[in-house]
């Protein structure tokens, strides 16, 4: 594809992630004509965090291009943990809502595992809930987490087959580290997760067909970390000062994934950039989970969502 044969190609995500939303949109449509079913999802975000404004309204906007229903419900930074709770539970009881979605992080003076703890797991299109990583980790049917979820179809698009391929996991988070190891073990790699303690991280790294860098620590990843050829998937999203030192000295900021791109670009055959990478593919599994929870809570078979 690229003229130069020594720079890795690229994995455009944003474009993968358009397609799987057109798809989820289609399977929808047809949901609907079928089954009387629209799905609907409910995002909670509690405080003023600009950051997750900017992702709830993302997220608010691609769902009704899908043509599904979304209920976005702002409350106040000094909500306590009763009123959450109280409408979790009336979530969790309407029949039009098959995804409850609490943005994270939430408030220090709440208790996020006791609200993740009280969404209906059929409903819990983050795939946080202990019941859905346990399903997860014995195979069961259940809904996954959407970040790892979209790196897993990302890898599958780009290399087909994985079984038998050597996985790193750089980073140990419930929500990516720990159920992208689940997922790659569940397609048969040697999956090994790396982590703050993990001694001579650059060998290890070296020895990975698939390298996933989920630390959130800007550009930690280096280029001569990367096996020749190998898989990159970057999950971080960092912002760093731009490198217009004018610009910088403002206050404008850009933002880098947890790899040194244009290094590893120089080693690896195939790479995700940051941004246009695994933050649309985030998105596009979220719409995907809440049609797969719509399904399941009529007790339809959901239609294969693959490219
Ligand atoms: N309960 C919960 N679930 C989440 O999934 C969740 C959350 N809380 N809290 C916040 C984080 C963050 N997150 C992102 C999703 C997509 C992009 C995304 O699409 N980013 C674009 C634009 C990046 C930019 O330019 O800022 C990209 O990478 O190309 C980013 C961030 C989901 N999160």
């Given at each position: 594809m690229t003229a130069d044969p020594a720079r890795a190609t690229l994995i455009d995500g944003k474009?993968?992630?358009a397609g799987l939303v057109e798809r989820v949109a289609a399977?929808?449509?047809?949901?609907?004509?079928?089954?009387?079913?629209?799905?609907?999802?409910?995002?909670?975000?509690?405080?003023?965090?600009?950051?997750?404004?900017?992702?709830?309204?993302n997220k608010g906007e691609t769902t009704q291009r899908a043509g599904m229903r979304s209920d976005t419900h702002r409350l106040p930074d000094e909500t306590d943990q009763e009123t959450l709770l109280a409408l979790i539970a009336a979530l969790n009881a309407d029949k039009g809502i098959h995804g409850i979605l609490v943005q994270l992080p939430l408030p220090g003076h709440i208790d996020a595992?006791?609200?993740?703890?009280?969404?209906?797991?059929?409903?819990?299109?983050?795939?946080?809930h202990?019941?859905?990583?346990?399903?997860?980790a014995v195979g069961l049917p259940g809904l996954v987490p959407c970040t790892p979820l979209g790196c897993l179809m990302l890898l599958k698009a780009e290399l087909g087959e994985l079984s038998g391929l050597n996985a790193v996991i750089v980073g140990r988070?419930?929500?990516?580290?720990?159920?992208m190891a689940q997922l790659l073990l569940g397609e048969s790699c040697t999956?090994?997760?790396?982590?703050?303690?993990?001694?001579?991280?650059?060998?290890?790294?070296?020895?990975?067909?698939?390298?996933?860098?989920?630390?959130?620590?800007?550009?930690m990843i280096r280029g001569d970390w990367i096996k020749p050829g190998a898989t990159v998937i970057d999950v971080g999203i960092n912002r760093v000062p731009s490198r217009d030192p004018m610009k910088a000295a403002q206050g404008k900021t850009r933002v880098v994934g947890d790899v040194a791109f244009e290094e590893a670009a120089a080693a690896a055959g195939r790479i995700t950039p940051v941004p246009g990478g695994v933050g649309p593919m985030t998105i596009a599994c979220l719409l995907a989970n809440t049609?797969?929870?719509?399904?399941?809570?009529?007790?339809?078979?959901?239609d294969a969502l693959d490219a």
């Open positions: 474009a993968f992630a399977a929808s449509a047809r949901l609907e004509a079928k089954h009387r079913i629209k799905p609907g999802l409910a995002v909670v975000i509690v405080g003023e965090d600009p950051a997750s404004q900017i992702y709830v309204r595992s006791a609200v993740l703890g009280a969404i209906d797991p059929d409903k819990d299109v983050d795939g946080f202990v019941v859905n990583a346990g399903r997860l988070s419930n929500i990516v580290g720990k159920p999956v090994t997760i790396a982590h703050s303690r993990t001694r001579d991280l650059p060998a290890l790294c070296r020895t990975a067909d698939i390298l996933v860098a989920a630390v959130g620590r800007a550009e049609y797969t929870a719509a399904c399941r809570s009529a007790g339809v078979e959901p």
